[in-house]
């Protein structure tokens, strides 16, 4: 069977830590190269994982190594431009999250990568997740009746405080990044693919923390300006037909004990706790007579193992089988237009209508 060669864009933190610890857990992928910007990264990725090649940009690896598949784990601004010349190189792509800053950035890609018979699949992974897959399967079997109402809360109190970093963290704080486009591009990507495309948005954003100080890492005590954005974001969805969505995301909240993610039916209630612990679902069925909190058969869960890498099994499977990737790029370019219009409605009050589906 077919080896899959992959090149690494981008060696930061989420690369170091979260991808390439977990890739050679899949049998059928290669790292044959990376690159950065910074030659140090460069440099400690090949001798940390033993990747043969490095390069100083994305122009020279397609240029000059032979690879099958792009993974673009860049800074979140570089994601357009890096991902649109891996699709007209030919290459298949898996993309960190947002790929694109706007829709039509997002628009583009997809016409991209169909025009040059690639595959695009795009971060966040939560579609693959096995209990995001459970709780789908629930709702479609009926057990809490139609949906209501969905909210997720996806918040922490910033990269400069989350997280040890290697790397300095203030670029969170320019524009092209966020604390939308980092954190609750994670909540838009579990409501919508949970209740569908939704119909309008309607927001409210605050810049509570103008400034910040690093916590941990090499830049531990540097003061941050981070007066440009927003930081904290309430965030209401219509998805029609009275189904409703609720999200709280941004960098002001230093310890979180609510559920990631809720879903309210007419029948009863399924909630994440996160943490990896199961689903707890509340089912109300007046013909049987039951009405409390239940645990759904863990032998209905899928059962193969996930992890951040699993994104690249996926695309795999898609590119062999010819079928479309679990991350499908129409969601990711319809969280990128609620993302927009988030925005838009924070500074004029206004409820902005949307107009992408997937």
């Known amino acids: 069977m077919k080896t899959w060669k992959i090149a690494i864009v981008g060696c930061g933190d989420i690369a170091e830590h979260t991808y390439l610890p977990n890739l050679d857990r899949n049998q059928r ?42 993974m673009d784990l860049a800074s979140i601004p570089a994601h357009y431009e890096l991902n649109k010349k891996a699709l007209e190189a030919g290459k298949h792509l898996y993309s960190q999250k947002p790929v694109a800053l706007n829709e039509e950035q997002a628009a583009d890609l997809i016409e991209t990568a169909r025009r040059n018979g690639v595959k695009f699949s795009a971060s966040p992974i939560h579609m693959l997740r096995p209990d995001i897959r459970q709780a789908r399967q629930l709702l479609a ?52 693919g949970i209740a569908g495309p939704a119909k309008t948005v309607f ?95 863990p032998q209905a869960r899928p059962a193969e193992e996930f992890f951040q890498a699993s994104c690249i099994g996926d695309l795999v499977r898609a590119i062999e089988q010819e079928e479309p990737v679990g991350l499908p790029p129409e969601q990711a370019r319809h969280v990128i237009e609620i993302m927009c219009r988030v925005e838009e409605s924070a500074r004029d009050g206004e409820t902005k209508e949307l107009k992408t589906a997937f």
Not at 54 to 69: K, R, T, V
Not at 254 to 274: D, H, Q, R, W
């Open 29 to 70: 992928v290669e790292v044959v190269a990376c690159c950065d910007l910074k030659p140090e990264r460069v440099r400690l990725f090949m001798e940390k994982f033993g990747i043969p090649r490095g390069y100083p940009n994305i122009d020279e690896l397609l240029a000059q190594c032979e690879f099958d598949i792009v």
């Open 141 to 192: 079997d009926g057990a809490i009746g139609r949906l209501l109402f969905i909210r997720s809360m996806v918040a922490h109190g910033g990269p400069e405080y989350f997280q040890y970093r290697a790397n300095d963290p203030s670029w969170f704080y320019e524009p092209g990044a966020g604390a939308l486009y980092d954190l609750g591009v994670h909540a838009l990507h579990m409501v919508t």
């Open 203 to 297: 927001s409210r954003a605050a810049t509570a923390q103008p400034v910040r100080t690093v916590r941990s890492g090499a830049f531990d005590g540097k003061e941050i300006q981070a007066g440009k954005l927003f930081d904290n974001y309430l965030i209401s969805l219509d998805f029609g037909n009275g189904v409703l969505g609720d999200i709280v995301t941004g960098f002001c909240v230093k310890g979180n004990a609510a559920p990631e993610l809720e879903i309210y039916g007419e029948l009863g209630s399924i909630v994440f706790p996160g943490g990896g612990a199961p689903l707890k679902v509340y089912l109300d069925d007046p013909e049987k007579k039951i009405r409390g909190w239940m645990k759904p058969d």
